[in-house]
């Protein structure tokens, strides 16, 4: 491994007390002042996450819309401009590649947002399926920071730091060259967290400098600096998946539990057929919800049994900061999928009852 | 960093009081501060009887469960249950929070644990 890179808000990280570790490559913080703190500065008031080591790539040219469709499940033709979609692309074989976040600027201008820790996979893959489409792939995640403000107080902050009104950036849209405290920034009404907030993209140059006048327009409404740990709780309660627990090319989209970002009905994409299939004979397995019921926390990895017969295993679980209950999400055999079945749960050597519960484990407050 | 004295403590941040053949066992302030916010302890069964280096229990933190190590040899007497329901408290008081007693069956096995001045230097090689 080479060494870990740095984001151009490191420094910044530092100076706000960030306790920095290794994420997929990056110096990054897990936390500032503590997770739960952070989780609950989001969901009641505001966080602010340093994102810079999410991948980006712009795709251009005649065919762009075409490519795109070709090499995610859901349906892009359908994008007005300024529109952002969630998506994923699939292997052949119906697994997952990366979930990624589509940014249409215009019918042969996009820009794809893909996970930190696949981004050279990723890119690989795009070039190797661009074959006769007339594309251009340019990869500038390494000219690009981005800034998370997530919780219900983001408009309200972010709205002191710029003339643009922010309502009439609606949920899953964009805005180019909108300019927070002066400096030009990509604006979109998105998040990783189940809250209303923004995800924004800016020169390294301006990195700092935004994230101190966001801190600044914030630290009285509640806002503090929130790290990666608070970052995962958050998505998880949410039933938002992480690349690598509740996806990866092991797993389908519909196994996964997203097939409302599959659109069957295009005429194709990579990994179309396998999925065709899979719908058609129906799943074998698939991601539940699942409380503990007996004490211990689920942890991403466990083993799950049904009377001492393994049928699945944990892909997050956690000891939810919002809800105060041992949860997580687990792939099981479809057998063991309906509400109110009773499962048990690995901890290293005690085997602990659980039941599966709705995926619904938290009501997502999007602006929409 | 806190520490209290007539404690001994061992390299994994465990601090060890001894009462005769007794001896209390719980995490340091060092411990608990790296730890974060505790949300459970999962604790050994009584009369287990445990080696210097065995897990004698978990504890953990939203973000990730961490093993504790056993500093001596020793049988255990009690566990103590209010962290069952209150884990928080090993944040609060570290000192006052201990997790297990054991019968000490090997007293020789003190000897490789450290005295208060020691532990806080080696806490300041730590960081």
């Known amino acids: ?368 | 960093m806190e520490t209290k004295t007539g404690l001994l403590y061992s390299n994994d941040h465990e601090w060890v009081r001894v009462e005769g053949e007794k001896a209390y066992i719980g995490v340091t302030d060092y411990a608990q501060h790296a730890l974060g916010e505790i949300v459970y302890v999962e604790l050994p069964g009584i009369d287990d009887e445990l080696n210097a280096g065995d897990v004698f229990g978990v504890i953990e933190s939203v973000k990730a469960a961490s093993d504790s190590y056993l500093p001596i040899s020793g049988k255990v007497l009690e566990v103590n249950e209010a962290l069952s329901d209150s884990p928080q408290l090993i944040n609060e008081d570290p000192y006052g929070s201990w997790i297990l007693s054991i019968e000490i069956t090997d007293k020789d096995s003190l000897d490789s644990l450290m005295n208060e001045q020691e532990y806080i230097e080696f806490c300041s090689k730590e960081e």
């Open chain 1, 1 to 368: 491994m080479s060494d870990p890179k740095k984001t151009a808000l490191y420094n910044a990280h530092l100076k706000y007390g960030g306790k920095v570790v290794n994420y997929s490559g990056w110096e990054l913080p897990v936390q500032y002042e503590g997770l739960t703190a952070e989780h609950e500065a989001v969901r009641n008031f505001a966080g602010i996450f340093d994102v810079s080591h999410m991948g980006e790539v712009e795709i251009k040219g005649k065919q762009a819309t075409d490519f795109i469709n070709n090499l995610v499940t859901n349906d892009i033709s359908i994008m007005s401009d300024n529109q952002v979609m969630y998506a994923l692309m699939c292997y052949p074989t119906g697994g997952i590649v990366d979930d990624l976040l589509v940014y249409k600027y215009t019918d042969d201008d996009y820009m794809l947002v893909i996970n930190a820790g696949n981004v050279d996979k990723d890119f690989q893959w795009m070039k190797d399926n661009v074959g006769n489409y007339d594309v251009e792939l340019n990869h500038i995640s390494d000219i690009v920071s981005e800034i998370a403000l997530q919780g219900p107080k983001a408009e309200e902050i972010l709205q002191e730091l710029t003339d643009t009104k922010l309502s009439e950036i609606a949920f899953f849209h964009l805005k180019k060259d909108v300019k927070i405290a002066g400096r030009s920034c990509i604006v979109s009404r998105t998040g990783y967290t189940g809250e209303d907030g923004f995800e924004i993209y800016m020169k390294h140059e301006d990195a700092e400098y935004i994230w101190d006048k966001i801190f600044e327009a914030g630290k009285d409404k509640g806002l503090k600096p929130a790290g990666l740990g608070c970052r995962d709780t958050l998505r998880f309660e949410a039933t938002l998946p992480l690349y690598g627990n509740e996806l990866s090319p092991e797993i389908t989209p519909l196994e996964a539990g997203f097939g409302m970002f599959v659109k069957l009905n295009k005429t194709n994409f990579i990994g179309k057929e396998v999925l065709d299939k899979q719908k058609a004979e129906g799943l074998k397995r698939k991601i539940v919800g699942f409380e503990m019921v007996g004490p211990g926390i689920p942890r991403h990895g466990y083993d799950v049994l049904s009377n001492g017969k393994n049928i699945g295993f944990v892909t997050t679980g956690y000891n939810s900061p919002t809800l105060k209950k041992n949860i997580g999400l687990a792939m099981v055999n479809i057998e063991y999928s309906e509400l109110d079945t009773p499962i048990e749960i690995q901890i290293r050597k005690n085997t602990v009852g659980a039941k599966v519960i709705s995926r619904k484990f938290y009501n997502k407050n999007y602006k929409k």
